[in-house]
Nanobody, 126 residues
Framework: QLQLVESGGGLVQPGGSLRLSCAASGFPLDNYAIGWFRQAPGKEREGVSC????????NYADSVKGRFTISRDNAKNTVYLQMNSLKPEDTAIYYC???????????????????WGQGTQVTVSS
């Protein structure tokens, strides 16, 4: 079974940066789309970004375009989310998820994902 473990969260000041990692074990990610999601207290889960592990197309929510970048390290079976120019409204628990197939473009937020990590807390505050 595919297992996902997120890391890299923490407390950062507005305008700062963090890089989240999503390390996968159990299966290689070649046939999977990897999505990043976040959920703030009292709010619904929100899709942040998605990429097909074996592809090049990247998908982003409008709220993070130009600030966040998704990438991968094939040797480590790991997907990253580089977050720059962080804002207080980026505060949330961030999750990575995996689904067989593609991200389905801008519909990545609404497709189903078979595997989820446990989440990592990101807090943006001065």
């Amino acid at each position: 079974q595919l297992q996902l473990v997120e890391s890299g969260g923490g407390l950062v000041q507005p305008g700062g940066s963090l890089r989240l990692s999503c390390a996968a074990s159990g299966f290689p990610l070649d046939n999977y789309a990897i999505g990043w999601f976040r959920q703030a207290p009292g709010k619904e889960r929100e899709g942040v970004s998605c990429m097909r592990y074996s592809g090049s197309r990247e998908n982003y929510a409008d709220s993070v375009k130009g600030r966040f970048t998704i990438s991968r390290d094939n040797a480590k079976n790991t997907v990253y989310l580089q977050m720059n120019s962080l804002k207080p409204e980026d505060t949330a628990i961030y999750y990575c998820a995996a689904a067989l197939g593609s991200c389905l473009g801008s519909d990545f937020m609404r497709r189903s994902y078979e595997y989820w990590g446990q989440g990592t807390q990101v807090t943006v505050s001065s």
